[in-house]
């Protein structure tokens, strides 16, 4: 399928409704993203694109220069194929020194036509937490009336801009919940983990939905980007009225994100996909990936099989476009998420390898596989991401 792409990125040869805004619709047997001009998107972002761990490579490389960084990295971002920032401008727990300019990057995206997400940062990542400090009461009328504020602050400067896909409320933020959970008031003794956690999030994503459609009835609602392992198949099924897509993290041999479509009627819009991570040396790690090639085939087959996967709207990769160079994450792992190294320079076997992947995005969307043939594909995956991994047991 030969194909042109409309202002925000949409394939003209896909059509959907032109309401004005992005939304979702079935076309052809799967749920797509629809721009606002009525044309079929597939997502496909990296979640980091600008953090506030690159401040020193931005002295290095840019002499400081926050919109020569920003405008490079954007040019980069989209010569390698990503068509939109499902992480926004940044996150809360990338951008904890508060050095990225949301403002002049949300500018940038408006004068590059690039479809961006906007962060309601309701629940913190534990990687924001200060030492003893823990997630807040989320039942407390001080935290509402908080929540209330800011959600109203916020779409009021977004709701009438039509190149946002839709609002999401961080990363990891029901991630280990169990001392978050002991921090609160008491409600039912005998419920187990995952029943506290369904409370929780229900009365969270019913508040805040409310609140984003007393300010804001046009875009789309994502919800936190959670760790796959936070909420189980009736936990998805509690939510679903309170979102317009499901956010699971990772691909994984245990959780089928056929099974969590069939059961809510929302399609899984896969919110920080991991292709493995590089360590140096000194912090060896017992999964990391053996070589940036083996990343770069990771990231081929990962975005084949979402691509592939009826039940998938759009995938947000867990990178950056270098690098990190400090925080939480290099400090705790020597983890090298990006897929230039500090210097700028390409790795070898991944840049390419993500560009390459990236060609041809609608052709392999608009023919998704049936349940055998994505079988196959998964187990090759698994068989490669198997091979290469260190360590794994």
Not at 11 to 21: I, N
Not at 112 to 118: C, G, I, L, T
Not at 156 to 163: G, T, Y
Not at 349 to 371: M, S, T
Request: negative net charge; proline residues 5%; aromatic residues 10%.
């Amino acid at each position: 399928m030969t194909h042109t792409l409309d202002s925000y990125g949409g394939c003209t040869e896909l059509k959907g409704e032109p309401t004005g805004w992005f939304h979702l619709e079935e076309l052809g047997g799967r749920t797509w993203f629809v721009t606002p001009e009525g044309n079929a998107l597939f997502p496909v972002a990296l979640s980091h694109l600008y953090t506030g761990n690159s401040r020193e490579t931005v002295r290095r490389l840019y002499g400081g220069d926050q919109a020569a960084w920003m405008d490079d990295w954007l040019g980069r971002t989209r010569a390698l194929g990503f068509n939109c920032a499902l992480g926004g401008a940044t996150s809360n727990c990338r951008n904890s020194n508060g050095y990225v300019d949301v403002e002049r990057a949300e500018a940038l995206f408006r004068r590059e036509s690039f479809p961006y997400a906007v962060g309601l940062f309701l629940i913190p990542h534990p990687n924001e937490l200060a030492e003893g400090e823990e997630r807040p009461d989320i039942f407390a009328p001080a935290y509402r009336k908080w929540a209330e504020e800011m959600i109203a602050d916020v779409c009021s400067q977004h709701a009438d801009n039509p190149l946002v896909l839709g609002y999401y409320y961080g990363f990891g933020s029901f991630i280990n919940p169990e001392s978050w959970i002991a921090a609160l008031p008491p409600t039912n003794g005998d419920a187990d983990l995952q029943d506290r956690i369904r409370h929780m999030a229900v009365s969270l994503y019913r508040m805040a939905h409310d609140a984003v459609r007393r300010h804001d009835p046009n875009h789309l609602i994502f919800g936190p980007y959670v760790k796959e392992q936070s909420f189980n198949l009736e936990t998805w099924q509690a939510l679903a009225p309170w979102v317009d897509t499901l956010t699971p993290q990772h691909v994984n041999r245990d959780i089928s994100f056929a099974e969590q479509r069939a059961a809510t009627g929302r399609a899984v819009l896969v919110s920080d996909e991991v292709t493995g991570h590089l360590h140096d040396e000194a912090h060896r790690h017992l999964h990391a990936v053996r070589s940036s090639e083996a990343k770069g085939r990771i990231y081929a087959l990962l975005l084949e099989r979402h691509l592939r996967d009826p039940s998938v709207c759009g995938v947000n990769f867990c990178a950056t476009v270098h690098d990190l160079d400090d925080g939480p994450l290099t400090d705790r792992w020597g983890m090298m998420e990006g897929l230039y190294d500090g210097d700028g320079n390409p790795k070898p076997g991944l840049v390419d390898a993500v560009a390459e992947a990236n060609k041809g995005v609608y052709e392999r969307a608009a023919e998704a596989y049936g349940a055998d043939e994505l079988a196959e594909l998964d187990a090759r995956f698994f068989r490669t991401w198997d091979e290469a991994h260190t360590g794994r047991h």
